[in-house]
């Protein structure tokens, strides 16, 4: 039996023992009071002759002798009971040895579980990244809360609305999450507008999702003939290749590409539908709320807007000021790019390019389609009306490291479609501006295709649709700043948090990247992307041995010696203190970053931009 049963039984019989219990106590409760008081009228009558004869008094005593016992056992009964019920509490509340007491699914979840339980779940979360064991228990219909925005509930929606495909993509999604994606989206999209579900597997080796899974589409097709379709890739092509394959496969007027771990709100298709109805060329995305990896509550976000910075890593952002001038939650935002879930005019969207099919396994394709929507003759809104609860992984399924796909897919939407301010994205990734070494494939059709939709430049993007992205000017060099003295050190940003760089072993990461610009300011620890963010920047505090890291605003403000002087191959000389920034042997004997009388040395910067 499982131990779950186990322990609801026993909890039902601890109920019941726990109610004959109290019955008892209080039945007998009742007794005690009134033998107390019978006991004083037999002391009363003890005491008057008159009433009552001498053999009456002495039946009278023996009786009272009785009672008296009885109290006695009584009160011994109510004292032993709370005892005997709390070693039974202890007895159930047994405690279990913890086997993972560092994994991220057992910080707040899962106390009650036994060792083979904790073992099975563990398991599991290191396959999906999310809580398997618990899904696999949860209705396939559980309720999830309307989050959406109050004015939401009182939209009305025209009955004839475009129908609707909803494509779900998936590689190696547990059984269960992929079966209450598909109820969800049955149960709470009007079957006349449900045209189709479409499910991508992209050569998933999870044996639950072959004959198992077939089982439950047989089972949906009894309710709903042919709703269920299956698309199998024979190998493993990636996100955008899924994301093509279930477009080229639907039929409906309108085509939904969302995740397979995914739980669609109450009236999620309606907003949608009803938008693309007025408006074709619209790229839509519903706002996503939170589904914990590990308890799978649900963690509601507020509407914003998808953005990016110019690494192409998605981010969330405050819409443009006149959205937030509406005073209206429900209402349609404009946004930059998508977050990779997506709703479109099927047509339109293979009118605008659909994906760009050379995006190899994960990122950027989102990224990619909003810069092109925008500037081919489209839009791309956020609807909050439209709710999608999504599953936030504690891994993802295709690679540990997905940067290097990313960084990969980032240089081939540069190449194509930033014009000159595609030397952004490779000062974002560390990358020199000629001859980065990596393939990027051919871009010869997504070129022709900028070229055939007569899109519009890059910078139209930046002035129109995101002012808020920084352009990285007047930069000198980027990169590690590595000392002559000892060629393996870098400089760090140092702990965080924190306002002290040190000097540390050179990994190349972002804690030791550095920028110099035209202005004589240093940037230690990356570089930000947005008008809205404050770099970090080096200063000479003026006294002490140390330099100091603070927010470049913060320094100007407390009137910090923030300006440098600094060409390859020479010293780094502060222009007000004149000290220079160097190395020295500390006590403990580890080399410290000090700011000190210059010395002679010197530093070079990874990348130069401008020759010095």
Not at 143 to 163: G, H, V
Not at 338 to 346: H, K, Y
Request: neutral net charge; aromatic residues 8%.
């Amino acid at each position: 039996m499982h131990r779950s049963t186990r322990m609801r039984s026993g909890w039902i019989k601890g109920l019941l023992l726990g109610l004959s219990v109290a019955a008892a106590v209080l039945y007998l409760s009742s007794i005690k009071s009134e033998v107390h008081t019978h006991s004083e009228r037999l002391q009363r009558a003890h005491h008057n002759d008159s009433i009552r004869g001498q053999g009456m008094l002495s039946r009278m005593e023996k009786m009272e002798a009785d009672i008296n016992r009885l109290l006695n056992l009584m009160n011994k009964f109510e004292k032993k009971e709370p005892v005997a019920q709390k070693n039974a509490e202890v007895k159930e509340r047994k405690l279990v040895r913890k086997l993972y007491p560092n994994s991220a699914l057992f910080r707040k979840w899962g106390e009650e579980l036994s060792e083979e339980e904790q073992k099975e779940a563990e398991d599991l979360f290191q396959r999906y990244g999310y809580n398997a064991f618990l899904s696999d228990r949860l209705p396939l219909n559980r309720e999830i809360p309307d989050t959406r925005p109050i004015r939401c509930a009182a939209k009305k929606y025209p009955e004839n609305l475009p129908t609707i495909t909803v494509v779900l993509i998936y590689l190696n999604e547990a059984l269960s999450i992929i079966k209450r994606a598909v109820r969800s989206i049955i149960d709470k999209t009007p079957a006349h507008l449900l045209k189709e579900i479409i499910l991508v597997d992209d050569h998933s080796s999870n044996e639950d999702l072959m004959e198992k899974l077939d089982e439950y589409v047989n089972s949906i097709h009894e309710e709903r003939p042919g709703l269920v379709k299956k698309v199998r890739h024979s190998e493993q092509l990636g996100l955008t290749q899924a994301r093509l394959s279930g477009w080229k496969t639907a039929v409906g007027d309108v085509v939904a590409i969302l995740d397979a771990h995914i739980e669609v709100h109450v009236q999620w298709a309606e907003p949608l539908l009803a938008r693309i109805k007025e408006e074709r060329t619209v790229i839509l995305t519903p706002v996503f709320d939170k589904v914990n990896f590990d308890d799978l509550t649900l963690t509601p976000y507020i509407p914003a807007a998808d953005a990016f910075d110019w690494a192409l890593w998605c981010m969330y952002e405050s819409f443009r000021p006149e959205w937030y001038a509406l005073k209206d939650e429900s209402q349609p935002g404009k946004s930059p790019s998508i977050m990779g879930i997506l709703v479109a005019d099927r047509k339109f969207f293979g009118e605008i390019g659909s994906l760009d099919g050379g995006m190899k396994i994960y990122g950027g394709e989102n990224v990619e389609l909003g810069i092109r929507v925008w500037l081919c003759g489209g839009s791309i809104e956020v609807i909050p009306c439209s709710k999608v609860a999504h599953i936030e992984r504690a891994s993802k399924p295709y690679l540990p490291d997905l940067s290097v796909m990313v960084k990969r897919n980032a240089l081939r939407v540069a190449e194509v479609w930033l014009d000159e301010y595609k030397y952004n994205v490779n000062i974002a990734w560390n990358l020199p501006l000629e001859n980065h070494g990596i393939d990027i494939g051919d871009v010869s059709e997504r070129k022709k295709i900028r070229e055939r939709l007569n899109c519009k430049p890059f910078k139209w993007y930046l002035d129109n649709v995101y002012p808020m992205l920084d352009p990285l000017n007047d930069l000198l060099g980027y990169g590690a700043l590595i000392n002559n003295l000892k060629p393996e050190l870098c400089i760090d940003q140092g702990p965080m948090p924190g306002n002290t760089p040190i000097i540390y072993a050179c990994h190349y990461y972002s804690p030791q990247h550095c920028y110099y610009r035209t202005n004589g300011q240093i940037y230690i620890g990356g570089i930000k992307s947005h008008k809205y963010n404050s770099n970090r920047c080096l200063v000479d505090p003026g006294t002490g041995l140390y330099p100091g890291l603070y927010e470049c605003k913060i320094a100007q403000q407390k009137k910090f010696h923030m300006l440098w002087d600094f060409k390859q191959g020479t010293s780094i000389q502060n222009r007000e203190t004149k000290r220079c920034l160097e190395i020295a042997m500390g006590e403990d004997g580890y080399y410290k970053l000090v700011v000190q009388h210059c010395s002679g040395q010197t530093w070079k910067i990874q990348n130069l931009i401008k020759s010095q």
